[in-house]
């Protein structure tokens, strides 16, 4: 096993990662960014939309303004210190990208171009507001490529394509260090560090039909669980309505914009009996709830009914063509059909996790003892995979962009000061946990491999249990039992499923001989992973007994301020349920009370 020291390590090299990364670089912090793919290629990357500051470019803003649309729009679960931290940042930190070298777009005047998008008003909800700002449709790709150059010339060390496996704990319980798998020598490494920051981004591979990367399998909220801490918020999962069905792509609503119709497996245009009026171009929850009853109600198309279509054959192609040359484009890609010719199947995708792990400002981590929170000295979590929270129980379009780059600045602000404070941690550590999983996965391997390493293709079984079916039967049981819909029965129906995964899980091979690039391992990794997060959003779910934002209970249909204003807090050991009180005092202006959410 390799070692190595740093003041700080930093797991993640999206957005999030990176803008942390720099600032401690900056001040000669000695840091390293672990991420499991070239840093470039982090979900970030994908971001197309923008990002969101009450610049005014365009028409009059106030970052006031935008508090109150992100609080509105989390249903009023986002803490208001933390949202309105945000939005004030909001102004200053798009200005610092654009000094990093982020080529947005121009308006005729050179100031920075703004678009607007849902959710967002001027005044207070009276009119629309123009707020987000974009790099054409590259914004995410943009922030990335800027953040990753300024990190290379201020020397950051990168552990590219590395695993990182769990947090390890000193014999006094303090994070000490981490371990990493090197995917391409299949050695492992042993970080010691001083402070530890988590920036491993979403998981929406939870989920069958999704619009995220591979990559996005909630590793770090795996970590944290197994290091006996606890995620928040994670009944909230943002679906959007019209994702490839089986692949998750997202077809834009420009598609429903100019005459698309949503058809059930009779033919039916189902959605004049949800909305009558706007039919199609409803809301995108709206929209996604009625898919889902659709198809639970035995009304899905294909084999298995699972999917719904999309039909654009009645339009004119020269139309598609020209307006819609994009969606065309990823239909024929992923689907092999032309939508001038026969319907794309569609489904809801999950696009987006609100929930994650517990953080205060500062984006140290939270935990909770003897019925009091409490901040670990030095854990900290920023960006997807955290939950400080801004977004509540809905996250608005080009907030996420903000989050990333706000809070992760902000951590490593504190962090700065802390690393100054002490140094790290050479006790004994507490190896046991990771060991175990290390030697699972290596017997798994040796049971598998043959006597002399036969090539790959040779060691497959066809009738064995594989990483890959047991993720794709995890995915199923998500997307049938904790879906865009969600009732008691039908939630706690999906726990022994996951039980069953569990025990294949504990019992499968691998396939890859320990010769080549270790795929199949960082699957196995990824894996239990995701199925911890799969208990954490069944177990959540179950517990919240009322609507909000994007957790649609049938059988709580109503929003219940008395009950649920707070935050759900699931820790793993026996799946206990506790809460945190929703932060309602913003640091410097008055409160916004919860008021229903209409638009
Ligand atoms: C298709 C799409 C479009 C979007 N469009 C927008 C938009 O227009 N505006 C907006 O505001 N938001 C948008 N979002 C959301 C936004 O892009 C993400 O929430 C945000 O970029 C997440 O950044 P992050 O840094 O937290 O994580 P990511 O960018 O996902 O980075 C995660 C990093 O963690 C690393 N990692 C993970 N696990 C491990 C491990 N075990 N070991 C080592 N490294 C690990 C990965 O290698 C990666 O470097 C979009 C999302 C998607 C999927």
Known sequence: MKQAQFDAVIIGAGGAGLRAALQLAQSNVKVAVVSKVFPTRSHTVAAQGGINAALGNVSEDNWHWHMFDTIKGSDYLGDQDAIEFMCREAVEIVRELEHFGVPFSRLDSGKIYQRPFGGQSQHFGESQATRTCAAADRTGHAILHSLYQQNLQVGTHFFNEHLALDLIKDEQHQIAAIMSLDIQTGEYHLLRANQFLIATGGAGQLFRTNTNAMIN???????????????????????????????????????????????????????????????????????????????????????????????????????????????????????????????????????????????????????????????????????????????????????????????????????????????????????????????????????????????????????????????????????????VFRDAPNLAAGLPKLDALAERLNKVGLEDSAQVFNLERVQAFELENLLALGYATLHSALSRQESRGAHSRVDFPERDDQAWLKHTLYFSENHRIDDKPVNLSPLTVDGFKPKPRVY
């Open 217 to 483: 399998t909630g590793d770090g909220l795996g970590m944290v669980l197994r290091a006996g801490l606890p995620l928040m918020d994670m009944e909230f999962w943002q679906f959007h309505p019209t994702g490839v069905a089986g692949k998750g792509m997202l077809i834009s609503e420009g598609a429903r914009g100019e005459g698309g119709v949503l058809r059930n497996a009779q033919g039916e245009a189902f959605m004049q009996r949800y909305a009558p009026k706007v039919k199609d171009l409803a809301s995108r929850d709206v929209v996604s709830r009625a898919i889902a009853i659709e198809i639970q109600q035995g009304r899905g198309c294909g084999e298995h009914k699972d999917y719904i279509e999309l039909d654009l054959t009645h339009l004119d192609p020269e139309m598609i063509k020209t307006r819609l040359p994009g969606i065309r484009d990823i239909s024929l890609t992923f689907t092999g059909q032309d939508p001038i010719n026969s319907p794309i199947p569609i489904h809801p995708s999950c696009h987006y996790m609100m929930g994650g792990i517990p953080t205060n400002l500062h984006g140290q981590v939270l935990t909770k003892q003897d019925g009091q929170m409490h901040a670990l000295p030095n854990l900290y979590a920023i960006g997807e995979a955290a939950c400080v929270s801004v977004h509540g129980a809905n996250r608005l379009g080009g907030n996420s962009l903000l989050d990333i780059v706000v809070f992760g600045r902000e951590a490593a602000r504190h962090m700065q000061q802390q690393t100054q404070l002490g140094s790290a941690s050479d006790l004994p550590l507490q190896m046991q946990q990771v060991e175990q999983r290390i030697h699972k996965w290596q017997r798994a391997l040796s049971n598998n491999a043959s006597p002399n390493n036969t090539p790959l293709s040779a060691n497959i079984n066809d009738n064995a249990d594989s990483i890959y079916l047991i993720k794709q039967d995890l995915q199923r049981i998500m997307e049938q039992h904790c879906g």
